[in-house]
């Protein structure tokens, strides 16, 4: 049986506000830097980031490269964005990550000696900065590194590398890194996770403990229509071996009568495309403007969601939208989505293995069970920016007051 998704506390608008102006009196006076991985596209991380710079108005950025588009800049616009040495190296704003091996030595050449608080927000490297004795080093971990810890192989098979000595220099690079990664989490002074998910990886791969803060999701963008629905299910996300959107494809072209609209881009598109071909219920849009996207999660008979995510901020934004989740029961959905049958006002159900028969079989369970949009809504609203500042309140009101 799944664990039902907890909900977090603070459900109350007003004293989350409150929170957000107490903890900003609180730190107003601190020099801040924020750390972020690389700036290139708007995700998860980058909501997070959004928030911290709502938080530390008086922040400075640091980050490995900066490719972000100008109509995606958002809140980074106008900022002192300080970039790393690897900016300027050939073809990195095409091929940042090729880098990898060298962000240990990057991300510690910057200079942060003339700040009090250092926030970093990580998911490769950025937990590495360095820092002196006087500053206080607070990391925001969206999860441990993942390509150098528990998805080791799976990177390795992603990057199809079979030539022995090139897998043995990459093998040896990834155990120097995670070397590096182990050695950096003993110099951070206090972590968050995102996730209970991510916390317990966190103790298992740093031997640390984490304090959990949700993300923040954006509730207000995404309308709630309470019905009626159309026939077809979305899935939506950056098309990426991980997220596999294969294993969505694969099972509706064993349910023709059922349609599917795929949402998103990336270095799989090619080879999904190719796997869709034939399937008059399978449409893949690409990318597409927000505004479109959440249309389509409006009217969606049901998210399907197939990662095994650190937490996931899509299965949110379609509850916030009114719409039922189909998720894979592993990782951060079983924290964000109301597991049917096993919990009262559900929002979704689980499919307990990343097979074609688990996930048709848990799309069939989905139609038989009743879901309310007022419950998936009031759901998604339980991770809003506002319980997010909340939580960041309770977990970080007392530390900043001892260190500041």
């Known amino acids: 049986m799944h664990e039902p998704a907890t909900p977090p506390p603070h459900d109350d608008a007003s004293a989350n506000g409150q929170a957000l102006s107490s903890l900003q009196a609180a730190t107003s006076h601190l020099r801040v830097a924020i750390v972020h991985d690389w700036l290139v596209v708007r995700g998860g991380a980058e909501q997070v980031l959004d928030a911290l710079l709502d938080l530390f108005p008086q922040a400075e950025i640091f980050t490995t490269v900066d490719f972000m588009p100008a109509e995606l800049r958002g809140r980074l616009e106008g900022r002192r ?99 590096w990664d182990y050695v950096t989490a003993g110099q951070v002074d206090c972590f968050l996770a995102n996730s209970h998910n991510v916390a317990r990886r966190i103790d298992k791969f740093y031997r640390r403990s984490a304090m959990v803060v949700h993300p923040p999701v954006d509730i207000e963008a995404f309308a709630f229509h309470p019905g009626p629905r159309d026939d077809y299910y979305l899935t939506a996300s950056r098309m990426v071996p991980y997220k596999r959107l294969d294993l969505i494809i694969e099972s509706f072209r064993a349910m023709p009568e059922r349609r599917l609209i795929v949402v998103g881009d990336g270095p799989e598109r090619a080879r999904l495309e190719r796997l869709a071909e034939g399937a ?55 924290e964000t989505v109301r597991g049917a049958p096993h919990v009262s006002r559900p929002t979704g159900c689980f499919f307990d293995t990343q097979s074609v028969a688990s996930l048709c079989e848990a799309i069939a369970r989905f139609e038989r069970a009743n879901f309310a949009p007022e419950d998936c809504r009031a759901q998604a609203q339980r991770f809003g920016r506002e319980a997010f500042f909340a939580r960041l309140h309770d977990r970080l009101d007392d530390w900043l007051t001892v260190t500041a």
């Open 81 to 179: 964005v300080h970039r790393s040495l690897i900016q300027r190296l050939p073809l990195a704003r095409r091929h940042y990550r090729h880098y990898l091996p060298l962000m240990p030595y990057a991300v510690e050449q910057l200079d942060l000696r003339d700040f009090d608080l250092v926030v970093s927000s990580s998911h490769a490297v950025a937990k590495g900065v360095l820092t002196h004795s006087e500053q206080r080093h607070v990391c925001y971990c969206h999860t441990p590194m993942r390509y150098a810890w528990d998805m080791k192989e799976a990177y390795l098979d992603d990057a199809g590398i079979r030539f022995p000595p090139l897998e043995w220099a990459m093998r040896y690079a990834l155990h120097r890194l995670r070397q």
């Open 280 to 334: 008059d219920n399978i449409e893949l849009r690409g990318f597409v403007p927000t505004a479109d996207l959440q249309r389509y999660m409006t009217r969606a008979r049901g998210f399907v969601f197939a990662a095994n995510e650190d937490f996931g901020i899509a299965p949110l934004e379609a509850q916030a939208c009114g719409t039922p989740v189909i998720a894979y029961g592993h990782g951060g959905a079983l």
